[in-house]
């Protein structure tokens, strides 16, 4: 009785450890790897093993945890004292994910479900990479002469009501004196990535991109099929926002 009692508050109880194969991955990649539970000193009834993909931003003083995905990957199990217990994992990487940029964390978090006792938990930092879009952007801009020099990560209320990433470009020696700075969100999806292109920021926070008047030049779908003409079309798509 004594021991259930310790395994409650903590003290002999359950560990657990996710493993993943690799740290570095991109949104919507496929993350695998594998959940280790070690039972403790007294056996524990786990309800639930649950993995959340999070991140977190500044909302005025105070900084707010973005929880962007949630996947429970095993059903109710006892674990027995001293037992070894191995559930595979695979999980997306969520598209909404911010890109590791400028110290913007991201990491795994795991628990397991235990009633009336302290749930033993693991976090493992992420670095969310570019997709494969998303670096043929990155690449078409650095080539063009643009300079990443700021990441912003807040929340947007007008449109997607979600915490969206703002990566701001020194401009290329081209635009100097036509433009203060170029602000790109990206949007990805499946199949394709939406991009959002704004210059001369007047107004702060990052709903302004999203209202119909600023969409309606800036948005830019850029597909696989485009990747070997991006920079060119990128170059006529920031002349047509000046």
């Not at 485009?226 to 990128?234: A, H, I, Y």
Request: aromatic content about 8%; overall charge negative; charged content about 20%.
């Amino acid at each position: 009785m004594f021991t259930q009692f310790l395994a409650k508050v903590g003290i002999g109880a359950a560990q657990i450890d996710t493993q993943l194969s690799k740290n570095t991955f991109y949104p919507g990649e496929i993350a695998e790897g594998r959940i280790v539970v070690r039972g403790g000193s007294a056996a524990q009834e786990i309800e639930y093993i649950k993995l959340q993909v999070c991140s977190q931003y500044k909302s005025d003083d105070s900084t707010v945890i973005a929880v962007l995905s949630e996947t429970v990957v095993s059903e109710r199990f006892v674990i027995q004292p001293g037992e070894t217990r191995t559930f595979p994992l695979q999980l997306q990487i969520p598209y909404t994910v911010p890109l590791s940029y400028y110290n913007t964390p991201v990491w795994l978090y795991t628990a397991a479900a235990i009633s009336a006792a302290i749930d033993p938990k693991d976090n493992d930092r992420l670095n969310i990479a570019p997709s494969p879009l998303q670096a043929a952007v990155l690449e078409a801009l650095t080539t063009l002469g643009f300079h990443l020099k700021a990441s912003q990560y807040e929340f947007e209320d007008h449109k997607h009501h979600r915490p969206l990433q703002e990566l701001e470009f020194q401009p290329a020696p081209e635009f100097r004196g036509r433009m203060k700075e170029l602000e790109v969100v990206f949007l990805p999806a499946e199949h394709h990535l939406d991009v959002l292109l704004e210059v001369d920021r007047k107004a702060r926070g990052i709903s302004r991109l999203f209202t119909s008047e600023v969409e309606s030049k800036g948005l830019w779908r850029v597909t696989p099929e485009m990747k070997g003409n991006l920079g060119p079309l990128l170059h006529q798509k920031i002349q047509n926002l000046l």
